[in-house]
Every structure is written in structure tokens, then in C-alpha cells.
């Protein structure tokens, strides 16, 4: 899944895609006259990606004289400065993956998501997905996303033999987390794993923490820009921070890694927990098959919010409004949505939201039973960065980071946080 935009040397790269693809063409975002189907996405792993390059084979073979192209960007660029320097480019995607929420209200406000209701409704998407997974994928009452897949964005996972190993059980509570970071260290073990170079990674951990501390509904208020990083219970839920900090929960190299580099620490073993996204399970399926890990919802705070709620997201593909070929990108979602092929993405340790062919491989259990996490909950919080406005996550990210750093008290870091935001 995905993220945003920190350092230089990422901003060099998102710099040289503009310059790129200005020089294409004379830009406006207008879709390309020619025989090519241009696909843009974050880079979903190879097991994934492996399965776009087969529907792209697919697709070629019962469309002669077309070609696919598929365009994988890094999460951090393409979520900040790629995908919209890709639509605004003269060869733009016909078709684009995004997040549900306030990204793809901008992108059709931008005039870059195409109406697809009358292919869902009578063409070639009819009934492949379930009327329910495009409740989240409408704007203005029109159908302008195609679902992909649900991630829970955010649980802590954790190693089930080193856990077992050093007498620790998966912490329900905020206490009982910070008693078993307390437990591990003495025993050597670093407790939990982070790679939060890119800010994101516990930037969203945090973030489920101070919907639950403050309630959903300030935690909405102030990420849209319609209340202060100064509410109640902001510096409350920012003071849980800096226990972490306080009893060393995280590893020293946490704002040196990235997310694939703290998720490597875990799946290697270097670390009992980690709290990241539901896509851990494909990495794990794929790199460390072997390693026995498992996960509990955020533990529970004393706060407003609901205990029980979960983070997450919905994601899908769009069809570019200025393509001159929504008709053979309808048929290319089509085809990516077909059984054999949602039974190909099940192998890879992705669950879609279509329906699988009948005698599909078993589901991972642990999948199965994040994807009813999130379909039982009762709340739902989306992440910062896709769901509200992104210099908003950005401030609060970077607020989060100075804490655990140790660089600012909670008051502080928010108060510069509104300061970034432009709200101060």
C-alpha cells in the first residue's frame, strides 16, 4: 500500500519525473491517440506485479494490436509528485490505482476520473465485485472508482516464538505494551521494529492511537482543517509517544529505515513486534514463509474513541476521464477481475474484492481474518495521508516524529505542527 514524500534524494526523483514527462508532450493531462493502454501503480510487490504482467499478456492477446504498459512507481513518489505529474504528462495513464477518500474527491474534481457506473451496471464489470464494495468508491453520487482490495493500514504485528519465548503475551492494553517493551529489552530482544524514514509508518500507528484518545470525531475535525492541532486530548495521544520513547520500544535506527527496511527487521526476526498494514502478510508469504507471526488491533487507551475501532483503507482503480480508451480500460479492469485472475492475486497474497473462480486456492487465515477486522468494525478511521488533505498528514506526521525522537514535548510539536499546516 502506500506513502509520503520526506527526503532529498526523493524529491531529485520526483524533480526528474516532472522534467520527464514535461518533456513528453505538451502536457494538459490529454490521453494518448495510439495503441497503447498506459496503467500507473505503486509498486504492489513482485508476487503482484507478477500477475499484472501476465493480465497485460492476457489482454495483448485478445486485443491484437494493442499494448499494455505497465508503470510501477516507488508508494513515497508516486503518491506525492508522481501520479500527478503522470496525469498531467502528454502520454497520462488511461488507467491509475488510488485510495478512497479525499484523494479520489480531488481527482475527479480534477476532471481526471471517468463515470464508470454504466460499466458497471450493464458492461463488462457487471457483477464481478459486489454492489457493497462501491459504497466507498463514489463521489458525487457517481461510480468513479473500481475496487481492488480493503487494507487494514495499521496492527501490531508480532513474532509468535519470540514473544512465547521471552514470557510475553500480545499486549491488550497500552500498559501491558509498555510493560512488554520493558520485558524484552531486559531479555535483548528489541521490541518492536520500525522503518520510519518516510515519516508514514508510525505516523499512522499514531494516528489510530489519537483517534482513540481524542474521538474519532476531533480526530477527523483537525486533519480536515476545521479544528487546531491544539484540541483536547491531541497532546494527551502525542504523550503516549514519548513513552515509547521513554521504556525504548523501538529500534534505535527507526528514523534511519524505511518501511520495507523495517519490515525486513521483523520478518528476519530482529524484533518482536511490528505495526504495519495487512500487506505484511504478502511479504511474509513471500520472503519469510517460514517465520511464524501474528497480530493483535491496536492495544486499548483510556480515551473517547472507540476501542474497537480499526484503520483502514479501500483502494481500486480509476479511469482516467481525458483517456481515449475508457472503453478498452473497462475491458482491461474486466479482465483483472475475472476468477482466474482473482485466484491468481489470492496466490500472491493479495485478496481483491471480486469474486474468485469456484476451487480458488485457501485464503491465508490470517487475511481471512483481517479482512473481517475490517468489514465488523464499527468505526473506521482513515490513515492521515489518505484520507484528508496531505499537508495536514505531513504536519502531523512530522509532529509524531519529533516526539519519539525526543526533539519536542507533545504541546510543542503540534504547535508546529499547525505552524507547517498554515493554521497557526
Known sequence: MNRLKRTIG??????????????????????ADDDVLRIAMVSPGEAQIRVWKDIAKQYEKAHPGMKVQLNFQDDDLYQSVGLPSLLNGRKAPDIYFEWAG??????????????????????????????SAYNLMKVGGKTVMVPFASDVTNVLWYNTKVMSGAGVAPPKTWDELLAACDTLRSKGITPIAAGNKDLWPVGNWIAHLVSRVAGESSYAQVLSGKAGFDS?????ALGHVAQLRDHKCLNDTASALNDTEGDQMFLQGKAAMHPIGSWLVSASIEEAPKLEIDYVNLPSVPGSGDQNSVIGVATGYVINAKSKKIKESADFLALA??????????????????????????VDPRTTRLNALLSGAKTLVLPPDTGYELKRAEAFYRAVSLVLGGKNKPQDALAAAARKAGTS
Open 102 to 131: 479525499d484523494r479520489l474527491a480531488t481527482r475527479v474534481k480534477d476532471g481526471f476520473a471517468a463515470d464508470v457506473g454504466s460499466y458497471v451496471g450493464n458492461g463488462p464489470l457487471k457483477g464481478l465485485i459486489g454492489d
Open 10 to 31: 526523493l524529491l531529485a526523483g520526483a524533480a526528474s519525473t516532472m522534467m520527464m514527462f514535461a518533456a513528453c508532450g505538451n502536457g494538459g493531462g490529454q490521453g
Open 232 to 236: 483536547p486530548g491531541w497532546s494527551d
Open 337 to 362: 477481475n475475472s476468477g482466474a485472475n482473482v485466484t491468481a492475486f489470492t496466490k500472491s497474497g493479495t485478496v481483491p474484492q471480486a469474486k474468485p473462480a469456484p476451487g480458488g486456492p485457501p
